[in-house]
T-cell receptor, first 113, second 119 residues
Framework: AQTVTQSQPEMSVQEAETVTLSCTYD???????LFWYKQPPSRQMILVIR??????QNATENRFSVNFQKAAKSFSLKISDSQLGDTAMYFC??????????FGTGTSLTVIP | GAGVSQSPSNKVTEKGKDVELRCDPI?????LYWYRQSLGQGLEFLIY????????KSGLPSDRFSAERTGGSVSTLTIQRTQQEDSAVYLC?????????????????FGAGSRLTVL
């Protein structure tokens, strides 16, 4: 069975600073996808970034980037130049070859003005 | 439609009543998922539909929960004889299942959720 672990229930960062959210996962599969989703107080889940396991290059989306360490089964999210609008719950997710998604318990991020 | 639509957005019901929650996925998305999110918690998988295949019901917490997807599009999640512990936000998501390198494939798009409160 696949599991996704987010060991940081809550984090805070000063506006304009950089923060890294941790995620580890467990799987015996070789081909899979990893995601970070953001859930602001409006509760709408929004895709932040996606990484295919077969790609060694870390995905980036503007201020968001990941550090994907396949051997260590680690998938952290780095947010640069944090903005107030980044305040949200962040969920790490894993998709297996059967198109089943597994989510972590989330990290609540607060950006402090 | 342009996004995943869920209704109602909020539902308050009395213990013991039945409720139906509706999800209208993005047109053309073959996969549809239901998740439950209790207050301050992560996402609990409930059920997964993919095309014409038999749904994966492994996450349904009890036989009071059921779901169907008619015509490969709209899905309804039904909770019978609701209990207070059923109170949660029920999220629906859809995705286009495709080749690994297909743009937009295998990405979940979520609806805004249906908040259920059982008194």
């Amino acid at each position: 069975a696949q599991t996704v672990t987010q060991s940081q229930p809550e984090m805070s960062v000063q506006e304009a600073e950089t923060v890294t959210l941790s995620c580890t996962y467990d799987t015996s599969e070789n081909n899979y996808y990893l995601f970070w989703y953001k859930q602001p107080p409006s509760r709408q889940m929004i895709l932040v970034i996606r990484q295919e396991a077969y790609k060694q290059q870390n995905a980036t989306e503007n201020r968001f980037s990941v550090n994907f360490q396949k051997a260590a089964k680690s998938f952290s999210l780095k947010i640069s130049d944090s903005q107030l609008g980044d305040t949200a719950m962040y969920f790490c997710a894993f998709m297996n070859t059967g198109n089943q998604f597994y989510f972590g318990t989330g990290t609540s991020l607060t950006v402090i003005p | 439609g342009a996004g995943v639509s869920q209704s109602p957005s909020n539902k308050v019901t009395e213990k013991g009543k039945d409720v139906e929650l509706r999800c209208d996925p993005i047109s053309g998305h073959t996969a549809l998922y239901w998740y439950r999110q209790s207050l301050g918690q992560g996402l609990e998988f409930l059920i997964y539909f993919q095309g014409n295949s038999a749904p994966d019901k492994s996450g349904l917490p009890s036989d009071r929960f059921s779901a169907e997807r008619t015509g490969g599009s709209v899905s309804t999640l039904t909770i019978q004889r609701t209990q207070q512990e059923d109170s949660a936000v029920y999220l629906c998501a859809s995705s286009l299942v495709g080749l690994a390198r297909s743009s937009g494939a295998n990405v979940l798009t979520f609806g805004a959720g249906s908040r259920l409160t059982v008194l």
